[in-house]
Antibody, heavy 121, light 106 residues
Framework: EVQLMESGGALVKPGRSLRLSCTGS????????VNWFRQAPGKGLEWVGF??????????VYAASVKDRFSFSRDDSKSIVYLQMNSLKTEDTAVYYC????????????WGQGTLVTVSS | DIQMTQSPSSLSASVGDRVTITCRAS??????LNWYQQKPQKAPKVLMY???SLQSGVPSRFSGSASGTNFTLTISSLQPEDFATYFC?????????FGPGTKVEI
């Protein structure tokens, strides 16, 4: 069974850093790009960015709202993608989801359950 | 960025009703359009991809169509488990963007 699980969400103060993890199972993790999304309380979905698989160089693309503050990395030996969040702002408060991107189509076919990040003093 | 709009923002319907949700892109996205269902406190679940392709495991009462920059999601006979919020999402160009959602209520 394909599964993704986020972890690492917490309450942090503005300006601090936090690292989230996305762990995959039930599929060949290394073959897939992984995207991150977030959803502020009561709001819609926002794409945060993605990290491609190693066959495509493991390249990363970020939304403008997080560029230069957030970064992705992946450890395919552990089936994990990390989201490093620096210089956190109150507007980064959200549930963060990771999702697998389909191989043939740009569609997010499996999602994790989400992890809550609260940025508040 | 490509802007996605949806209508209506919410609707009330009954079990057995036919429901149609519309999504519009601010520019041509060909058929790079996906639909997701989200229930409270749950992650989104993909229903349709490439505008009209049914995701594996999704009931056939869901269907999608495209006409230019306009897209529709249709539920042919609403079931109790379909009460949720529905989002469209374009995958034509980054940043991938979502519509604001349509809440389907009883």
């Amino acid at each position: 069974e394909v599964q993704l699980m986020e972890s690492g969400g917490a309450l942090v103060k503005p300006g601090r850093s936090l690292r989230l993890s996305c762990t995959g199972s039930g599929f060949t993790f290394a073959d897939y790009a992984v995207n991150w999304f977030r959803q502020a309380p009561g709001k819609g979905l926002e794409w945060v960015g993605f990290v491609r698989n190693k066959a495509y160089g493991g390249t990363t693309v970020y939304a403008a709202s997080v560029k230069d503050r957030f970064s992705f990395s992946r450890d395919d030996s552990k089936s994990i993608v990390y989201l490093q969040m620096n210089s956190l702002k109150t507007e980064d408060t959200a549930v963060y989801y990771c999702a697998r991107e389909g191989l043939a189509d740009v569609v997010f076919d499996y999602w994790g359950q989400g992890t809550l990040v609260t940025v508040s003093s | 960025d490509i802007q996605m709009t949806q209508s209506p923002s919410s609707l009330s319907a009954s079990v057995g009703d036919r429901v149609t949700i519309t999504c519009r892109a601010s520019q041509n996205i060909r058929t790079y359009l996906n639909w997701y269902q989200q229930k409270p406190q749950k992650a989104p679940k993909v229903l349709m991809y490439a505008a009209a392709s049914l995701q594996s495991g999704v009931p056939s009462r869901f269907s999608g169509s495209a006409s230019g920059t306009n897209f529709t999601l249709t539920i042919s006979s609403l079931q109790p488990e379909d009460f949720a919020t529905y989002f469209c999402q374009q995958s034509y160009r980054t940043p991938f963007t979502f519509g604001p959602g349509t809440k389907v209520e009883i």
